[in-house]
């Protein structure tokens, strides 16, 4: 993640011609998923992190959410 971070930062600062810029949060680190109810676990705090910050009222309303239901029929058909 971290060289990912590192890459697209650079690609961004120079399509803006802007060196040094910084684009990412530091809070970042990884988190390894342990079995299927840490997988849920981890997906609903991500569902509910536009709940938590107060854009929606309810995750699936939020545009780009996977736990939106127009979204999940976009991508499995």
Do not use: Q
């Not at 949060?25 to 609903?44: A, F, G, P, Q, S």
């Amino acid at each position: 993640m971290r060289d990912w971070k590192k890459g697209s930062a650079r690609l961004i600062n120079k399509k803006d011609s802007i060196s040094g810029r910084k684009i990412w949060m530091d809070e970042y680190h990884e988190e390894i998923v342990k079995n299927d109810n840490d997988l849920l676990n981890k997906r609903t705090y991500i569902h509910n992190n536009p709940v938590i910050r107060g854009l929606v009222d309810i995750s699936s309303d939020f545009k780009y959410s996977t736990a939106n239901k127009d979204l999940k029929e976009r991508f499995n058909g």
